[in-house]
């Protein structure tokens, strides 16, 4: 059975579960609500709770529920509790959840224009990431969603992805050379890595901590506040900060589900959500100095990378971006939407 059947099946099997518990139900949604009805808002992540996604998301329950009198009922599954990231988009898809916070690395296994957020470099700083993606770049992506049956509340930062090692510093092409590294399954991530010398080797997240106990790949690369949480840092013993992909998430709606929304109901959900997305960025941004501190604290070496050795990386990885275009159906125009901002911050 291929891997894209195998993720339906799961799919299948865990919504049939939860439907079964009473967890939720495919929900049709009216184009007005009754003044009476409690409108039940279904959303999930895959992180767990001290994640500042989790964080955000209790923050958005609380205000929601709060500003609208208990109109809006919201249900927070956090930790994949209701599937993993691809298995939650299909969800709110499908109607069976009304939201949840996917990567952009995930929507490219819907559209591969999303992977234009993948390429190595590509924003300078968080700041003018954000600028493009709830701008001018993200006027080109959000109708994709919308074609999917989506709708973008907003885009929100995960943060920058760096190299975990045991005793390597990853501060150059060359020091990644026949290194098997964890990485999504993401061509754009892998091609990235096999331009830089590594071995890229996708595999489950959940399977990642034992792999690298047991030394079945050498390294990994994640946002720090994924390496924190779950505690990566005692398999690996040093963090270089590559910066080397920015990850984007975006907060995604069921498209029938906003349709319905009305009046000061949608007035309410529009105001949480934006909350929801400030809160998330200004969260993953101020925790960023505690997550280095607490690395330090468990004895790990951490690496700064000059800006010379970043443009190393880039040169190396100028293919990349070649095949973005090529083979994926990117366009040089949503390049130079993603890098717009990079001169202003």
């Known amino acids: 059975m291929s891997s894209k059947a195998k993720g339906v099946v799961a799919l299948i099997l865990v919504v049939a579960v939860l439907a079964n518990v009473g967890i939720f139900a495919k929900m049709s949604y009216n184009k007005t609500h009754t003044a009476q ?3 039940v808002f279904r959303v999930g992540d895959t992180v767990a709770s001290d994640h500042p996604i989790s964080q955000a998301l209790y923050m958005f329950e609380e ?3 709060r500003i609208s009198n208990g109109r809006f009922d919201v249900r927070v ?9 691809r298995q939650q988009t299909e969800s709110v898809i499908l109607g069976y959840m009304q939201g949840n916070t996917p990567p952009t690395s995930v929507l490219a296994g819907f559209d591969t224009r999303f992977m234009v957020v993948d390429l190595p470099f590509v924003f300078k700083s968080g700041e003018a990431a954000m600028k493009t993606l709830n701008g001018d770049l993200g006027k080109e992506l959000d109708p994709i969603l919308e ?4 709708h973008a509340m907003g885009w929100t930062e995960s943060g920058y992805r760096h190299i975990t090692t045991n005793n390597i510093e990853a501060t150059s092409p060359e020091a990644l050379k026949g290194l098997s590294i964890r990485t999504q399954e993401n061509p754009i991530h892998m091609a990235s890595f096999q331009a830089w010398g590594a071995s890229p080797t996708p595999m489950a997240f959940s399977e990642l901590f034992t792999a690298l106990q047991q030394g079945a790949v050498d390294a990994e690369e994640n946002p720090l506040a994924v390496i924190t949480a779950n505690r990566l840092y005692e398999v690996q013993n040093t963090v270089t900060l590559t910066g080397h992909f920015y990850t984007a998430g975006i907060f995604n709606i069921n498209k029938d589900f906003y349709e319905s929304l009305e009046g ?3 007035e309410w959900f529009d105001e949480a959500s934006e909350h929801f997305v400030q809160n998330l960025t200004q969260l993953i941004r101020d925790a960023q100095e505690g997550y280095i501190q607490l690395l330090k604290d468990n004895g790990i070496n951490v690496v700064e990378v000059t800006s010379e050795q970043k443009d190393a990386f880039i040169e190396s990885a100028a293919s990349v971006y070649d095949l973005f275009i090529e083979k994926y159906g990117g366009t040089q125009e949503l390049i130079d939407l993603a890098m717009k901002y990079n001169d202003d911050f």
């Open 37 to 39: 009805e409690t409108i």
């Open 63 to 65: 205000e929601l529920e």
């Open 77 to 85: 599954y956090i930790n994949s509790a209701l599937g993993g990231d």
């Open 147 to 150: 074609g999917l049956g989506l």
């Open 264 to 266: 000061q109901d949608k």
